[in-house]
C-alpha cells in the first residue's frame, strides 16, 4: 500500500492559536518552526547590537531598533521574529504587524538550534522581500555574514560597515565590540 506523506500547512491563525510558553513560534510560507528561548549569551550579543545600532539609528532618521518579539509579517502565511530589525515606526497607534513597513536591517543572532534556518530559509526569505540587509551574526564563530538582495554573501571577521541608503556616513564597527571579551572562549547557542 502506497501512502502519501503531507505536511500541515499552518496559517497565522493556527500560529496565534499557540500557548505563550517561552518558546518562539515563526512561521516561513506555512511551516511552523520552534526555537527555544534564548541563552544569556544570545540576548547579550543582541544588547551589545543594539547599543552599536541606536546612535547610529537615531542620528541619521533611519527609524527605531525593535527586539526583541518584533514581527515582520509577510503574505503566505510568514510571520517571523527577528531578533533585532531596524525599520521606521507606524504612525497608527493600533497598527497592525501586517501594515508595518519592512525593515532596512534584519539580525539574526545564530544559535545551534537556528543556524541553518537562519542561513537557508531566512536568508531566501529576507533577499526575496527586498531587505536591505540581514546579518547573521554567529557568536561561536565570531562573524557577522551580510546578506544584500542580488549579492554574494559577504563574512565580515574584523571591521562591519553598514551603509544605508540615503546616509552620508556609514557606521563602522570592530567585530569584536558584538561579541565582547567575556564570550570570546564561550559558545552561543
Excluded: C
Excluded at 48 to 56: A, E, G, I, S, T
Excluded at 64 to 74: E, F, H, K, N
Excluded at 78 to 105: C, G, N
Excluded at 159 to 178: C, F, K, N, Q, T
Aim: net charge negative; glycine share 6%; proline share 9%.
Amino acid at each position: 500500500m502506497h501512502m502519501v506523506d503531507r505536511i500541515r500547512r499552518w496559517t497565522i491563525g493556527d500560529l496565534y492559536s499557540l500557548p505563550d510558553d517561552g518558546n518562539k513560534y515563526e512561521l516561513i510560507r506555512g511551516q511552523l518552526f520552534v526555537t527555544p528561548p534564548p541563552t544569556d549569551a544570545h540576548e547579550t550579543i543582541g544588547a551589545r547590537l543594539h547599543r552599536l545600532l541606536d546612535p547610529y539609528v537615531a542620528a541619521n532618521g533611519l527609524g527605531l531598533i525593535y527586539r526583541p518579539r518584533a514581527v515582520v509579517r509577510m503574505p503566505d502565511d510568514t510571520e517571523v521574529e527577528p531578533d533585532l530589525m531596524v525599520r521606521q515606526p507606524q504612525d497608527e497607534p493600533d497598527a497592525s504587524w501586517a501594515s508595518a513597513p519592512l525593515p532596512i536591517l534584519v539580525v539574526e543572532i545564530a544559535s545551534d538550534s537556528t543556524r541553518r534556518r537562519d542561513r537557508t530559509q531566512k536568508r531566501h526569505l529576507y533577499a526575496g522581500a527586498g531587505i536591505e540587509q540581514y546579518w547573521i551574526v554567529d557568536g561561536e564563530e565570531r562573524t557577522v555574514r551580510v546578506v544584500r538582495p542580488d549579492s554574494e554573501d559577504v563574512t565580515i571577521r574584523e571591521s562591519l560597515r553598514w551603509h544605508p541608503v540615503g546616509v552620508a556616513e556609514p557606521l563602522v564597527s570592530p567585530v569584536a565590540d558584538i561579541f565582547g571579551p567575556l564570550l570570546r572562549a564561550r559558545r552561543v547557542t
